[in-house]
């Protein structure tokens, strides 16, 4: 028995959802799995109607279930970043969850937009590192001079560097935001990739950073990821810098095997390899905290103008919630959701509208059951 938190969140949201929780009850039934969903209503209209995001209460209750699984938030009515920050990145931080892992795989019967590349050439995992890096949310932004003491270190490093002329005097702005980067944190998502590499029986692991450019935050990568690597003489390493690997993912995809990367530029290169996997609505991902509680999601946001018309394709978030019961220890029924989509996708005869078909949302999620229920 499993207690996981639904939320649904915006714009397709709750359809998508609604497909991949039907589809881990019907796998989940099969195998003698019990799943206690709560559901919450977190997202833009609960927002918009009482000004609460993701309250800590709830947090609380969910430090208590074994994961959550949630659809997608972003809307257009609440200005960017509110819902991003105080809903989503506030439940990776506050459960530490800093793996995030994404799969890259072209199935059997999906579109790839690069020439020649057929499912054995795109199979790799990526491990974005999920709790530091950018996101830590420490910057500042400054217009006139109101907040001296910051101004006058930043004004000084500033005119060391460049030539432009600021005065804050005359209300000119100026803006900056910190990386972070520490030794424990990069070597416990380093360690997971390796490890990872170790258990799919892949060889090669490679390190994504801008260490030629970002020095510091870069170059401490670079050396715990040497570090760790002397552990696994067995597997192959190399480093890439982000640019580079951008190049490399459409050119030569059967390269990658492991991807460790820290967390911007994983997000970035993630939206590149869900492209070459067939496109958004295929690429699923976990927020993993191996010692707490995760949180799967589709990687592609909230969609809101295909809100309510049931054509977003619910397969990311069907795949994500195999990722759900596979970290929770359930191989079995994640595997059968999986080989289901496989075999829905390379069928072809029910198809959502972003692979060329006209299939609805909900005919994708009842055909995934469909070859599950065979498959049994
Ligand atoms: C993702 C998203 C998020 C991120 C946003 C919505 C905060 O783009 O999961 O890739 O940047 O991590
Ligand atoms: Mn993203």
């Not at 919450?40 to 109607?49: N, T």
């Not at 109101?146 to 000119?172: A, C, G, H, M, S």
């Not at 927020?287 to 509680?293: C, Q, R």
């Not at 996708?345 to 198809?351: C, D, H, P, W």
Request: charged share 25%.
């Amino acid at each position: 028995m499993y207690n996981i938190a639904l939320i649904p969140g915006d714009g397709i949201g709750p359809e998508i959802i609604k497909e991949g929780k039907k589809v881990i009850d019907a796998a989940s039934c099969r195998y003698g799995i019990k799943i206690n969903w709560t559901e919450y209503p977190f997202g833009a209209e609960h927002y918009l109607k009482t000004g609460e995001l993701l309250p800590d209460a709830a947090l609380k209750e969910m430090e208590a279930m074994d994961a959550v699984y949630l659809g997608a938030v972003g809307d257009p009515r609440v200005k960017p970043g509110i819902l991003e920050k105080e809903i989503l990145l506030k439940a990776r931080f506050y459960f530490d969850q800093y793996i995030n892992l994404r799969p890259i795989k072209l199935y059997k019967g999906v579109p790839c937009p690069l020439k020649d590349k057929n499912p054995e050439d795109i199979n790799f995992y990526v491990v974005r590192e999920n709790t530091e890096d950018f996101y830590i949310g420490i910057g500042g932004r400054f217009k006139g001079v109101e907040q001296e003491d910051n101004l006058e270190v930043l004004r000084e490093l500033y005119k060391t560097k460049i030539k432009v002329n600021f005065n804050l005097e005359q209300e000119e702005e100026l803006a900056y935001q910190i990386g972070l980067i520490s030794r424990p944190g990069a070597q416990r998502v380093i360690k997971y990739a390796f490890e990872l590499a170790k258990k799919k029986g892949m060889n090669r692991v490679t390190s994504v950073d801008k260490a030629n450019v970002l020095t510091n935050i870069y170059g401490l990568w670079r050396d715990v990821f040497e570090e760790i690597s002397t552990q696994y003489p067995d597997i192959e390493t190399e480093f890439s810098f982000v640019d580079a690997i951008t190049m490399w993912f459409v050119r030569k995809p059967e390269w990658f095997k492991v991807v460790v990367t820290p967390n911007m530029f994983g997000d970035i290169i993630t939206d590149l390899g869900a492209m070459i996997q067939g496109g958004l609505g295929i690429a699923a991902g976990g927020n993993i905290n191996p010692e707490g509680v995760s949180m799967f999601e589709p990687i592609h946001g909230s969609a809101p103008k295909y809100k309510g018309k049931s054509i977003a394709n619910p397969i990311a978030t069907i795949l994500a919630g195999a990722m759900m019961l596979d970290c929770l220890g359930e191989v079995k029924a994640a595997k059968v959701i999986e080989d289901a989509v496989e075999k829905v996708l390379s069928e072809g005869k029910v198809r959502s509208h972003d692979l060329g078909g006209d299939s609805s949302t909900e005919q994708v999620g009842d055909e995934v059951v469909e070859k599950l229920k065979l498959s049994l």
